[in-house]
């Protein structure tokens, strides 16, 4: 008669290294993609920022187009923002006060010939 002996094995646990290397490359990818994003929307809180302390001064209203743009971009090197030019600013004035608007774009380049394009549009209304 043949011995033969009936194992009681053990059931594999934990992951292959397939595994292991897959999980690593997407979250390599998504800390890739929060590395390039983060200062993106750094700089639209210090833009938020701006805006706010724009609304704050008073006499803001009453002075003309060309001089409130010139306030909000002084604010905005203070703040070190580089994404936004006088080009994206428009001044819109109406009777109730004076509506400032700041609409740009900022692409960031992720790898080979990807890159992603965020677009920001913020606005403050500022009451006379």
């Given at each position: ?40 929307y750094?700089?639209?809180f ?15 209203a ?26 994206e ?40």
């Amino acid at each position: 008669m043949v011995n033969t002996m009936i194992r009681t094995g053990q059931k594999q646990k934990g992951m292959t290294g397939i595994s292991i290397a897959v999980l690593v490359a997407m979250f390599g990818f998504i800390a890739l993609i929060g590395l390039k994003v983060f200062p993106v929307y750094m700089e639209s809180f210090k833009v938020n920022s701006a805006l706010d302390s724009l609304k704050k001064e008073p006499g803001v209203a009453k002075k003309p187009s060309g001089t409130i743009v010139t306030l909000l971009m002084k604010r905005l090197d203070i703040d070190d923002v580089e994404s936004v030019t006088r080009q994206e600013i428009s001044i819109e004035k109406s009777a109730s006060g004076v509506n400032v608007y700041v609409d740009y774009e900022v692409e960031k380049h992720l790898f080979s010939n990807v890159s992603l394009l965020i677009v920001f549009e913020k606005s403050a209304e500022i009451p006379k």
